[in-house]
């Protein structure tokens, strides 16, 4: 049974190298049939999937290496950005929170912040979208969701100086004009 798990991992690792990722998620599911709780397999799907931009089958994958070892970082971190980029916002901010209970120095700001923003806390959202912008200076869009985020409290002057900063950056975007 592991000889026929190692033998199916093996062999979908060969077919993501050359790209044949269909092949190579059938070989790996396989392999996950004969031992279910193997890491190594786990993980090798999760970054298939990651490579092929399948956000379902990704957030699958890491739920179960999550589910197979809690505290490990790694499967919480990338849970987080792809809860945020599914438009799961609550779950992001959940698997964020836990990221950053175990990885204080390296906050999500932007995952936070902006799940903050789509679920309408924008208090939280423009803190933790101002400390994204120390790390992101020429991200438009984080500038201009600060000042949407000031202008939903009602603060307009507030709002001025980012929707400016938006525009010197991306002076195509008629939006921020």
Not at 84 to 107: I, N, V
């Amino acid at each position: 049974s592991s000889d026929s798990a190692s033998f199916y991992h093996q062999k979908g690792l060969r077919l993501k190298e050359a790209r044949k990722w269909q092949q190579a998620r059938i070989s790996f599911e396989k392999a996950a049939r004969f031992d279910a709780n193997n890491i190594a397999i786990i993980a090798a799907m999760a970054e298939m999937a990651m490579e092929t931009n399948n956000t379902y089958q990704a957030i699958e994958a890491y739920l179960k290496w999550h589910q197979l070892q809690p505290q490990d970082a790694d499967p919480i971190r990338q849970l987080a950005q792809l809860y945020f980029y599914a438009g799961r916002y609550q779950d992001a901010l959940s698997f964020a929170q836990r990221w950053e209970t175990m990885q204080p120095s390296k906050p999500l700001h932007y995952v936070v912040g902006m799940s903050n923003y789509h679920l309408e806390h924008y208090p939280n959202a423009i803190h933790r979208l101002l400390h994204a912008a120390e790390t992101e200076p020429v991200n438009a869009y984080l500038f201009y969701t600060i000042g949407r985020s000031y202008v939903e409290l009602e603060r307009y002057e507030k709002a001025i100086p980012f929707y400016l900063k938006a525009a010197d950056i991306d002076t195509a975007n008629a939006r921020y004009m």
